[in-house]
């Protein structure tokens, strides 16, 4: 069986909170002025209540909400496919195993948690959201799910992805949002910054503190981050919950588990239904795939840090490359944030998680590979996924496993991208450790 489609009435009914599985805990989020614990009470003045509950929670499963569950119908379940063209190109007796979020409207996983987000902030009187996006797969999905819930929607888009990726634009402005590149003259921080640096290339740090200005300037509107943070991972559970469904059909437990990892949510939404598992003794090995040129898994420090270039989020206990740390124009551009998620990070430090780095020309040589065998483009992101899986698979090509990877989204608005690669204007990039270390001498001086 080559493709696994669930029913509607199979989808999962609440999301999977691996909050309290995880061995050595979570460090929680300081207050960026006070270097103490933050209280909810502060985080209100950008997030909903109904999302605060869901980032401090304890509780393992935690009830979809109907009107959630509905709009999630439009294009979930999303299918589980066996890569065999690949598998036979490859030479490989893995079998390999993908869960194709490209299917959502917008063309990845992100809708996700876009839907969720916009629900619990619509539910409490907010009439508008602001967030920051950067290969614009996010600003694309909260646009989408904010039209769905009558919401405004203002997005800062890293400038480098913004003159990239004009089709993401579209998109966003189809779904009735304002687009702006970060940084802009819409705020303090990126007035600011511009005019240090007019010609900067931006960075998801820099389209978060501008996105977080511009809700604490307002008090009609609310912040909303695609990635990194606990409810975001919570709500991205539904592509692991459903897979692992998926894999019993197919009766193929996997051995490996892969996914491209930029702030974390869509690996960790895939691999949080197995760490159960996992903890109970079955041998599964967790694979995060980022790029060479932004190395915070790989390259980073475990250590506490800011979600932005101003500091205005709490502090967060991740493996980080500086707040200050500005990436290379990758195309990849939804894998350059200089954070990765706490929860991946924690399951690094338990060994539970193993990361890995990979250039980007490997990356869409894999892409156009799977593209020629398994019939769809991925996105520049998603080709690290790929290039994983196939990294994994040819380890020991002779021994039978299976591999499951994140699909996280196609990339038939990325073909700039693959423009430039086949014009042989990509290059790799390996981010200098010194430039690195420069950056984290910024980190904040915590005591423990």
Known sequence: MKKIILREDEMPTSWYNVVPDIPGGLMPPLDPETKEPISPEKLAAVFPMGLLEQEMSEKRLIEIPQEVMELYKIWRPSPLVRATKLEEALGTKAKIFFKNEGVSPVGSHKPNSAVAQAYYNHREGVKRLATETGAGQWGSALSLATSKFGMECKVFMVRCSFDQKPYRKSIMQTFGADIVASPSEDTAIGREILAKDPNTSGSLAIAISEALEDASSRKDTNYALGSVLNHVVLHQTVIGLE?????EIAGAYPDV?????????????LIAPYIPDYLEGRKIDFVGYEPASCPTMTGGKLAYDSGDVSMMTPLIYMHTLGHNFIPPGIHAGGLRYHGMAPIISALI????????????????EAGVLFARTEGIIPAPETTHAIRGAIIEAMKEPDRPKNILFNFSGHGLI????????????????SFPTEEIAASLASLPCIKK
């Not at 897979?243 to 894999?247: G, I, L, W």
């Open 414 to 429: 990325d073909m700039a991208a693959y423009d430039s690669y086949f014009n042989g204007e990509l290059h790799d990039y």
């Open 257 to 269: 588990i892969v996914g491209c990892c930029g702030g974390g949510s869509n690996f960790a939404g």
């Open 243 to 247: 897979a692992k469904k998926q894999m």
């Open 349 to 364: 430090r338990d060994d539970i998680i193993r990361p890995k780095s990979v250039h980007q020309l490997e990356c869409f």
